[in-house]
T-cell receptor, first 117, second 116 residues
Framework: GENVEQHPSTLSVQEGDSAVIKCTYS??????FPWYKQELGKGPQLIID?????GEKKDQRIAVTLNKTAKHFSLHITETQPEDSAVYFC????????????????FGQGTILTVHP | ETGVTQTPRHLVMGMTNKKSLKCEQH?????MYWYKQSAKKPLELMFV???????ENNSVPSRFSPECPNSSHLFLHLHTLQPEDSALYLC???????????????FGEGSWLTVV
């Protein structure tokens, strides 16, 4: 099955700095890679995603890059703010043997991001 | 407000109790899921329902019993749980995806379960 490794497990930055979180996946059949942000006491919220036919996607201060050859993808947050502090999860979608994938996401272990004012 | 509502938000139960977690989605999605989130572990998929039919049971012990009466509602019935079952249980939903494309999953706020 799919295995997703996420690093670092904790990340501490100063406000205004950039933060980068990296994930690797094992199954080359994976074709969908979302990133979730989970604030304390809340469920994970999708912040950005990328499909395998795209190498990079950007949404304001957040960007995700995908390297299919190396099987890794990264989340980049620029100009970090204290409200960016949360746990971030990467995930990869693996298709079942039947070719369908009803939300069978495999998640990374999570990164605790702390942005200091 | 994510469109996926879970109740109760917090539940404490004894090992001999029977309780249920409820999830309702207002997004018009066809697929619903239960995930388990434990400390220091990745989110674990438990069950998948698509159009009310269970399509995935990720080797979950029988003390967890899901029920999906329609595409908008999902339950997780709990009985004779163990303390190690204490965790955050997350419900999620997504539209039915076309093949070979990803689908976006929307999570609820979760139900914190403590088994004593």
């Amino acid at each position: 099955g799919e295995n997703v490794e996420q690093h670092p497990s904790t990340l501490s930055v100063q406000e205004g700095d950039s933060a980068v979180i990296k994930c690797t996946y094992s199954d080359s059949a994976s074709n969908y890679f979302p990133w979730y942000k989970q604030e304390l006491g809340k469920g994970p919220q999708l912040i950005i995603d990328i499909r395998s036919n795209v190498g990079e996607k950007k949404d304001q201060r957040i960007a995700v890059t995908l390297n299919k050859t190396a099987k890794h993808f990264s989340l980049h947050i620029t100009e970090t703010q204290p409200e960016d502090s949360a746990v971030y999860f990467c995930a990869a979608m693996i298709r079942s043997a039947g070719g369908t994938s009803y939300g069978k996401l495999t998640f990374g272990q999570g990164t605790i991001l702390t942005v200091h004012p | 407000e994510t469109g996926v509502t879970q109740t109760p938000r917090h539940l404490v139960m004894g090992m001999t109790n029977k309780k249920s977690l409820k999830c309702e989605q207002h997004l018009g999605h066809n697929a619903m899921y239960w995930y388990k989130q434990s400390a220091k572990k990745p989110l674990e998929l438990m069950f998948v329902y698509n159009f009310k039919e269970q399509t995935e049971n990720n080797s979950v012990p029988s003390r967890f019993s899901p029920e999906c009466p329609n595409s908008s509602h999902l339950f997780l019935h709990l009985h004779t749980l163990q303390p190690e079952d204490s965790a955050l249980y997350l419900c999620a939903s997504s539209p039915e995806p076309p093949m070979d494309q990803g689908n976006t999953i929307y999570f609820g706020e979760g139900s914190w379960l403590t088994v004593v």
